[in-house]
């Protein structure tokens, strides 16, 4: 938009505006407003690859504080703008082999963004945040357990095993043996069901001690009753 562009150059943008849609490098969108798109992508990404590394990560992460003052979509899909800019500002940072400030509270927004994620059924785009916060931050075991839930929703068993092992070296404990055991059910057609119950059974009553009701296994995702 005119006002974001603002934002990031830092001063008037009227004329350059201007010089740009008639040069047909940019133009408005269909949309009313004042909101202005390349006219092709091949131009987009020209632009944007001839920024210096430095810089790229700047701009991002002003975009970023400019999305969270002016939201202009619902809640979750602007959550998504933020993270995304400020993933893609520390990436650059990181290129540049620079510590990426934060990235901790990085780690936990992209974590939480995944969780809601999950929530509306969107395992696919909660894998990579997912992954993504465990590469900036693994020090949190519980979203190892996460991405091993998101790898079985979209029916990645092999990828979602890896992670509950992750998860239970890392200290996850009953949270990470429920998810195996729903690994357990869901490929192997012999699974024994009664020691499978008696694991979960075991798993439960442990996080019930602990007052955490979050680890426990989602039924109807197990294998085909028997």
Same mark, same amino acid.
């Given at each position: 938009?005119?006002?974001?562009?603002?934002?990031?150059?830092?001063?008037?943008?009227?004329?350059?505006?201007?010089?740009?849609?008639?040069?047909?490098?940019?133009?408005?969108?269909?949309?009313?407003?004042?909101? =202005?798109?390349?006219?092709?992508?091949?131009?987009?990404?020209?632009? =944007?690859?001839?920024?210096?590394?430095?810089? &790229?990560?700047?701009?991002?992460?002003?975009?970023?504080?400019?999305?969270?003052?002016?939201?202009?979509?619902?809640?979750?899909?602007?959550?998504?703008?933020?993270? =995304?800019?400020?993933?893609?500002?520390?990436? #650059?940072?990181?290129?540049?082999?620079?510590?990426?400030?934060?990235?901790?509270?990085?780690?936990?927004?992209?974590?939480?963004?995944?969780?809601?994620?999950?929530? &509306?059924?969107?395992?696919?785009?909660?894998?990579?945040?997912?992954? &993504?916060?465990?590469?900036?931050?693994?020090?949190?075991?519980?979203?190892?357990?996460?991405?091993?839930?998101?790898?079985?929703?979209?029916?990645?068993?092999? #990828?979602?095993? $890896?992670?509950?092992?992750?998860? $239970?070296?890392?200290?996850?404990?009953?949270?990470?043996?429920?998810?195996?055991?729903?690994?357990?059910?869901?490929?192997?057609?012999?699974?024994?069901?009664?020691?499978?119950?008696?694991?979960?059974?075991?798993?439960?009553?442990?996080?019930?001690?602990?007052?955490?009701?979050?680890?426990?296994? &989602?039924?109807?995702?197990?294998?085909?009753?028997?």
């Amino acid at each position: 938009s005119r006002a974001a562009l603002g934002d990031l150059a830092g001063l008037e943008i009227d004329v350059a505006l201007e010089d740009a849609t008639g040069e047909e490098i940019l133009q408005p969108t269909r949309e009313a407003g004042e909101d =202005y798109e390349f006219r092709h992508l091949l131009v987009r990404d020209a632009a =944007y690859a001839a920024l210096a590394l430095p810089r &790229r990560a700047e701009l991002h992460g002003r975009h970023a504080s400019w999305l969270e003052r002016s939201p202009r979509a619902p809640a979750l899909e602007s959550e998504a703008l933020v993270v =995304y800019h400020l993933d893609q500002a520390a990436r #650059a940072r990181e290129t540049l082999g620079d510590d990426v400030p934060d990235a901790a509270s990085l780690a936990a927004r992209s974590a939480r963004l995944a969780q809601a994620l999950l929530a &509306r059924g969107d395992a696919a785009a909660a894998v990579p945040l997912l992954e &993504r916060a465990r590469l900036l931050d693994g020090s949190d075991a519980l979203v190892a357990v996460e991405l091993g839930r998101a790898h079985l929703d979209v029916g990645d068993f092999a #990828a979602a095993e $890896a992670a509950f092992v992750v998860a $239970a070296e890392d200290g996850a404990g009953e949270r990470a043996r429920l998810g195996l055991v729903d690994v357990r059910l869901r490929i192997d057609p012999d699974a024994d069901i009664a020691a499978a119950q008696s694991e979960i059974d075991e798993a439960r009553v442990a996080l019930e001690r602990r007052g955490d009701d979050q680890g426990e296994p &989602r039924k109807q995702k197990h294998g085909p009753d028997r």
